[in-house]
């Protein structure tokens, strides 16, 4: 399945996402204070930074599960929101038809088989015809190998089946941007290559993704950008290299340090 506005687009190059000044908090907890953010067509941007510096806070704004208290979202050109005011449960409800989200714990319904997973959103929120949606979802998953899984419910998967269901289900919503919340943080480590491997493969088709990951090795070979998040803000952002390699930030140093020698 190609991207709906990615690489492939007569947009490349152009931004597909613009975040200005976003803000969130959650009674006096201040979790984001200021995010500025672009990200063109067909790129892909790498969010690290420590627990709690509110990344995921972010992407959740991104994709409306969260409603943010300040700043504005803009998707092409023809979805923005100025949070400057409480947007309608229209506007937030279109911002988030344009992105689709892969979660940590892959929070699948546990009640539905695989497939009917996969056809949940398509079908109940977008309404498209169920026969379409079918034989669109039946292909993902025997792409990603689990056509045999069809029928099966997600206790009956492992984690890193779980999860490929969970970039399924984004996929067959057709978003013009996909956002992974920590795709890996929960599977065991022999099944986090499996499921970067996917990631890497919706990358080099030109799917414009931003991931929030503590995986600084996938970061380097899939990332365009990387951007540093701390209190809040973001701290550094560039090339993968410079950022990773050789931050200027003493903030972005001392993170990469002790996440690379813990001990």
Request: with cysteine; hydrophobic share 40%; proline share 6%.
């Amino acid at each position: 399945m190609s991207p709906t506005d990615g690489a492939t687009s007569s947009g490349v190059g152009e931004p597909l996402l613009t975040v200005r000044g976003l803000r969130k908090s959650f009674g006096d907890n201040t979790v984001l204070r200021s995010v500025d953010l672009t990200v063109e067509r067909g790129r892909v941007l790498a969010l690290i930074g420590p627990s709690g510096s509110g990344k995921t806070t972010a992407l959740r704004c991104l994709n409306g599960l969260e409603t943010a208290d300040g700043g504005t979202i803009t998707v092409g050109d023809d979805v923005r929101l100025d949070f400057a005011s409480a947007p309608s449960p229209r506007a937030l409800a279109t911002l988030r038809d344009c992105s689709a989200m892969v979660f940590q714990h892959y929070n699948l319904f546990p009640h539905k088989t695989v497939l009917e997973n996969v056809l949940e959103g398509p079908v109940v929120v977008q309404r498209r015809p169920v026969a379409d949606v079918t034989r669109e979802a039946l292909g993902l998953l025997e792409r990603v190998g689990l056509s045999e899984k069809r029928d099966a419910y997600p206790f009956e998967l492992s984690g890193g089946q779980q999860q490929r269901v969970g970039i399924v289900r984004a996929l067959a919503l057709r978003p013009r941007l996909l956002l992974f919340d920590e795709p890996t943080s929960a599977l065991d480590p022999e099944l986090v290559g499996d499921v970067l491997g996917l990631i890497k493969e919706l990358a080099l088709e030109g799917w414009t993704m931003v991931i929030v990951t503590h995986e600084l090795q996938f970061a380097r070979e899939v990332a365009h950008e990387v951007a540093f998040v701390d209190g809040g803000t973001i701290v550094e952002h560039g090339d993968p290299a410079q950022v990773l390699r050789a931050p200027q930030h003493e903030r972005t140093q001392q993170f990469l340090r002790r996440l690379l020698h813990p001990f």
